[in-house]
DNA sequence: GAGTTTGAAACT
DNA sequence: CAGTTTCAAACTC
């Protein structure tokens, strides 16, 4: 019954082998670095220039007027003459949400810098698959999952109004199922029409509509994001998607001209509604992750992080009971580790990882600035060039952009996917803090050499660290198989004495586990359960909450479980 | 899936 | 600029 597990701990040592041989898992991390590396690069390049002196509204809706196509990239046919770039990221990426999860800045419109690319943007290749393109705001939402290029059901409008979300994001439709669509490249002299006539209602059309903002995950809230238009609600008490600052993830401002509002700081109704999400989220996460372990995964086992639908009358569906077997699951096929494993012990796994990686991050970034004050004297100028090339990513974001910065992980994608998000704060704000602070992911990519070797020590601790918890787990797993067999032989043989039994969550009556020889009563077995995911000692816990990981000097996060 | 509600956009 | 209409997404049933 433990293969399963015994097979990820197996799996977890081989990487970590290959890492040490300086190889990667030729399998998904590859993957993910392929795809993520050059829309992280390219974005640094192209947002370097724009933030020296982005264009005026004047300038812009002129350059668009001009219909001139000079400032325009060369365009790269991807089929039937689209950019290589994906437009849509060509269009927003002045205020374009970035990779990181833990930023939002997503406007309504995450649209053009340059009104002219709207005008003359062969906005859109058939790939459907990339979020950027995705014209709504909620592109990292509350979820946290990707959310793929929303798909428009115009009938009227013929795509050629604002009303039409593909072209308010000034890309082309595709895929979508609009009737009469002239939101496309066949079509393109009514559509560059459109364009101008929407300019000249109101200039700012295809601008962002939301200023950017962090997004802080303990409160699911984009702190600093403001709507620059305001919404205009009056029935929806602004926390509904009807609101375009509750879309966009952020408060209402005073920009809002919004009635009975209750988007505010502070508002209960918006708390009940993010906290009641939060606790589906983490429900969810211990289900995946008992699944995960026990290797007890079903088709859903692994599926995509599911979108909070809401039921009738507004109630969220909950997956609190997800993982919670009311059933007499006495069966084979109930895992062991079912009820052991809480959502706090999640939690603290992520938790402990962090700070291994943290703890790692460090004493590589030391070991770096060591060998850098040995080197200097000899290599000053090849290690000023480094520096310099490390410099320059920094510089590509000059607009200080907070959410953008979270910079300072020297950890490569694959371990960040190992994150929570808000450990990905911690992680930064810990690397943030260091002398030398610039050691973030993009500089990470760009500086490839000494870089990739820093990723593949710190996935090389990280793992194994993951590898010693999931052993434990397994041990334990294994404590309680044994005790559960000798339940059952000792039923089967004499039925224990009523006082030799504890009653378990899951109903089945268990044999206290005998400790130094002599009987232990439980209440439940997570009350015998060994710490499976040891904090790390350089922190301290005192408060028995499930927060081990953080580092003393930070600044004490609330844990939204214990909220 | 159809019908209703909602608020932004468009129009007058 | 305010009021009204149109529109498509969000939501409900």
């Given amino acids: 019954m433990n293969s399963n597990r015994r097979i990820i701990v197996s799996n977890i040592n081989r990487t970590i082998r290959l890492h040490r041989r300086g190889r990667r898992e030729p399998v998904e991390d590859e993957e993910e670095e392929e795809e993520e590396t050059p829309q992280i690069s390219s974005e640094i390049t192209l947002r370097k220039p724009r933030s020296v002196s982005p264009p005026t509204e004047r300038e812009v809706f002129q350059m668009g007027n001009a219909g001139g196509g000079g400032k325009l990239p060369p365009k790269n046919d991807g089929g039937f003459g689209a950019p290589a770039r994906d437009p849509a990221r060509q269009l927003d990426e002045h205020s374009r949400p970035k990779p990181a999860p833990t930023v939002v800045t997503s406007s309504l419109h995450p649209v053009a810098t340059s009104q002219s690319q709207i005008l003359n943007a062969p906005i859109r290749l058939p790939r459907q698959e990339s979020p950027k393109s995705r014209p709504r705001p909620i592109v990292e939402g509350r979820d946290g999952t990707p959310q793929k290029k929303k798909h428009c059901n115009c009938k009227h409008s013929r795509c050629l109004k604002l009303y039409c979300e593909c072209f308010a994001s000034g890309t082309y439709c595709d895929g979508c199922n609009c009737i009469n669509c002239f939101n496309?490249?066949?079509?393109?002299?009514?559509?560059?029409?459109?364009v101008e006539a929407t300019l000249e209602r109101n200039p700012n059309a295809f601008r962002?509509?939301?200023?950017?903002g962090v997004m802080d995950k303990r409160e699911e809230m984009v702190l600093l994001g403001k709507h620059n238009k305001g919404c205009n609600c009056k029935k929806s008490g602004c926390l509904k998607k009807y609101c375009e600052c509750f879309q966009a993830n952020i408060l209402c401002s005073e920009n809002c001209k919004c009635l009975d509002c209750?988007?505010?700081?502070?508002?209960e109704e918006r708390q009940a509604l993010f906290h009641g999400e939060h606790a589906n989220n983490m429900a969810y996460l211990q289900?995946?992750?008992?699944?995960?372990?026990?290797?007890?995964?079903?088709?859903?086992?692994?599926?995509?992080?599911?979108?909070?639908?809401?039921?009738?009358?507004?109630q969220d569906i909950s997956f609190s009971h997800a993982t919670k077997d009311t059933s007499p699951a006495t069966g084979p096929s109930k895992s062991l580790l079912a009820d052991v494993i809480q959502p706090q012990d999640v939690k603290a796994l992520c938790s402990v990882l962090v700070a291994v990686a943290g703890e790692a991050a460090k004493t590589l970034t030391d070991k770096r600035n060591e060998n850098r004050v040995e080197d200097q004297t000899e290599t000053s100028l090849a290690s000023s060039a480094q520096e310099n090339?490390?410099?320059?990513?920094?510089?590509a974001e000059p607009d200080g952009n907070q959410a953008d910065k979270s910079r300072g992980k020297p950890l490569s994608p694959a371990t960040l996917a190992l994150m929570c998000d808000d450990e990905e704060d911690t992680m930064f704000m810990v690397a943030a803090s260091e002398p030398n602070g610039s050691v973030d992911p993009g500089g990470c990519r760009t500086n490839s050499q000494g870089q990739s070797q820093n990723y593949a020590e710190l996935e090389r601790v990280v793992l194994t660290k993951l590898r010693d918890c999931l052993s434990r787990l397994i041990s334990y797993a294994e404590f309680k198989e044994s005790k559960c067999s000798y339940l059952a032989r000792r039923h089967i043989q004499s039925p224990p004495a009523a006082t030799d039994t504890v009653k378990m969550e899951n109903g089945i009556q268990q044999v206290p586990p005998i400790v130094n020889g002599a009987s232990r009563a439980t209440t439940q077995p997570t009350v015998n359960k060994p710490q499976l995911f040891q904090p790390m000692q350089t922190t301290t816990n005192t408060s028995g909450t499930h927060h081990p990981h953080k580092p003393p000097a930070l600044p004490e996060k609330k844990d939204p479980l214990n909220q």
Avoid at 184 to 194: F, L, T
Avoid at 289 to 306: D, K, L
Avoid at 389 to 395: A, H, K, L, R
């Fill in 389 to 395: 090339s490390q410099g320059d990513v920094e510089m």
């Fill in 262 to 267: 209750k988007n505010f700081d502070g508002s």
């Fill in 208 to 212: 962002p509509k939301i200023a950017h």
């Fill in 287 to 314: 289900q995946t992750a008992n699944a995960a372990i026990t290797g007890a995964v079903g088709s859903s086992g692994f599926a995509p992080y599911p979108a909070l639908k809401r039921r009738k009358g507004g």
């Fill in 184 to 194: 496309n490249v066949d079509n393109e002299p009514a559509r560059r029409d459109a």
